[in-house]
T-cell receptor, first 111, second 112 residues
Framework: GNSVTQMEGPVTLSEEAFLTINCTYT??????LFWYVQYPGEGLQLLLK?????DKGSNKGFEATYRKETTSFHLEKGSVQVSDSAVYFC??????????FGTGTRLQVFP | DGGITQSPKYLFRKEGQNVTLSCEQN?????MYWYRQDPGQGLRLIYY???????QKGDIAEGYSVSREKKESFPLTVTSAQKNPTAFYLC???????????FGQGTRLTVV
């Protein structure tokens, strides 16, 4: 079945460091891919998405490229801020429009 | 403003009692979803509905029930048959396949 695998956290970085959170997926067909962010005690917010191979999603300095050949959708940011501290979820949307999530990666950014 | 409203934010119930979590959206989205989140884990799909008066079981539907009588509303009932109901429950809606979900703020249910 379809699944999403994310790197284990927490990821701990200093402010202005480069961020990469790895995400790989297993799916039949051509799913849409998403990154969501969750701040403490809140729901999830859609951060960015890509709907087909080689698409790059971007928002608030975050980027991720849909790589069909490596079945990956890694999240990157060139310079993180303390306010980026949160849990990040990679997800895919299957043919029935159900979202399948990874287990989440906690990011901690220190000044 | 358009959005999804989940209420209440915190809910406490005694073991053996049924409890209903509310989810309302004014986004005019056809599809709605309920997810469960446990500490340090991802989200697991409980039920989803792609149209009024129709819904399907997700991966962990046992011990839960839903209804979709109106497009705007998708309440979730946690029954006494749910063995471990304490969790964070998230409701989401979606306008179309590939659009992703728009989430509410969640309800934290604690059963004592």
């Amino acid at each position: 079945g379809n699944s999403v695998t994310q790197m284990e956290g927490p990821v701990t970085l200093s402010e202005e460091a480069f961020l990469t959170i790895n995400c790989t997926y297993t799916a039949t067909g051509y799913p849409s891919l998403f990154w969501y962010v969750q701040y403490p005690g809140e729901g999830l917010q859609l951060l960015l998405k890509a709907t087909k191979a080689d698409d790059k999603g971007s928002n608030k300095g975050f980027e991720a490229t849909y790589r069909k050949e490596t079945t990956s959708f890694h999240l990157e940011k060139g310079s993180v801020q303390v306010s980026d501290s949160a849990v990040y979820f990679c997800a895919l949307s299957d043919n029935a429009d159900k979202l399948i999530f990874g287990t989440g990666t906690r990011l901690q950014v220190f000044p | 403003d358009g959005g999804i409203t989940q209420s209440p934010k915190y809910l406490f119930r005694k073991e053996g009692q049924n409890v209903t979590l509310s989810c309302e959206q004014n986004l005019n989205h056809d599809a709605m979803y309920w997810y469960r989140q446990d500490p340090g884990q991802g989200l697991r799909l409980i039920y989803y509905s792609q149209i009024v008066n129709d819904f399907q079981k997700g991966d962990i539907a046992e011990g839960y029930s839903v209804s979709r009588e109106k497009k705007e509303s998708f309440p979730l009932t946690v029954t006494s048959a749910q063995k471990n109901p304490t969790a964070f429950y998230l409701c989401a809606s979606s306008t179309s396949p590939g659009a992703g979900g728009f989430f509410g703020q969640g309800t934290r249910l604690t059963v004592v």
